[in-house]
């Protein structure tokens, strides 16, 4: 019989700590809520702040070393039509 009695009270502690488990994670979900929406936006900030960085200095990169080829180019091309 007491064998039973601390079999009951065993598995009663364990259902009633895992209730309370289920608890603690929902309570610390909803403290760390706010954080993750505001982290979240930050980095949502920072990647609408930093895609026009990145995408002019790809331009940039592509441009800059074609820009002397314009040159030439441009040069040749008023050099025929201006001496005919």
Same mark, same amino acid.
């Given at each position: 019989?007491?064998? =039973?009695?601390? @079999?009951?009270?065993?598995? #009663? ?5 895992? #209730? ?7 309570? =610390? @979900? +909803? ?10 936006? =930050?980095?949502? +900030?920072? #990647? ?5 960085? #990145? ?13 002397? @080829? ?6 040749? =091309? ?7």
């Amino acid at each position: 019989m007491e064998l =039973i009695g601390i @079999f009951l009270i065993f598995v #009663v502690g364990i259902i009633l700590l895992k #209730v309370l488990l289920w608890f603690l994670k929902a309570g =610390i @979900f +909803i403290i760390t809520l706010p954080f993750k929406i505001l982290f979240a936006v =930050i980095a949502l +900030i920072l #990647v609408f702040l930093f895609i026009p960085t #990145v995408i002019l200095t790809v331009l940039l990169a592509i441009v800059i070393p074609i820009i002397p @080829f314009l040159l030439i180019g441009l040069g040749i =091309i008023l050099l025929i039509r201006y001496a005919t």
